[in-house]
């Protein structure tokens, strides 16, 4: 049993569960020893976290997307919608942290019980709020394709390395995992598996999940 697993399946609220593709990956992680032990919880990684700390320069550093997986849960969501009503708490829980900004990646529960993998934006930094991936293995394909950080939309029409100072190495490893396990192709764009990027207060969105946090944020 991969212990990453088993944290975060501690934290999930009714109807949710881990999807077959994330477990894979969390399997994956472990297995290459790609995670730390920080108070008894595990946080896992794409990459080697040493090798990221001594190859990390100002210019370039190798490793691809950069996300941490962790059992989080529900428990400080409460400051992010400003209150805590658990009928909207109770939807959302949190598995990772997508920006060093403190941005989420977080399974939905949305208004047909469908489980879906949505981003909350930190709102100091970046303000995307939106559905990431309906299909787990989009997901994960997003997270192949190399951008620094998956929380800044205003990258996604763009490939990896387009306009930034820091270029970021590809994480071949991890692509050719993803490939072969899941027979799929990576794409060379976040806008091609991210439909509707939208951003908080955005009333005229047409994502699900933005639409949904409008109405019961605050």
Known sequence: MSKLKKQIERTLLPGMHIPE?????????????????????????????????????????PGGT???????????????FGHKRPEVLNRVCVFANTGAEGSMAAFWIDDHGKQRIVHLGSGSGSLLVCVLADDPVDFLRLLAIGYDEICWNDQYSQPPNSGTELFVHPNVEYQDWVKQTFSVSIPRTASEIVKHPSEMGDAESLDDFCQWVEKNHG
């Open 21 to 61: 593709p994330l477990f894979l990956l969390f399997k994956w992680i472990e297995e290459n020893g790609y995670f730390i032990d920080r108070n008894k919880r595990r946080c896992g990684f794409l990459q080697p976290a040493d090798k990221l700390k001594t190859e990390w320069t100002e210019t370039h550093r």
């Open 66 to 80: 950069y996300i941490e997986f962790f059992a989080e849960g529900n428990v400080d969501l409460k400051h992010w």
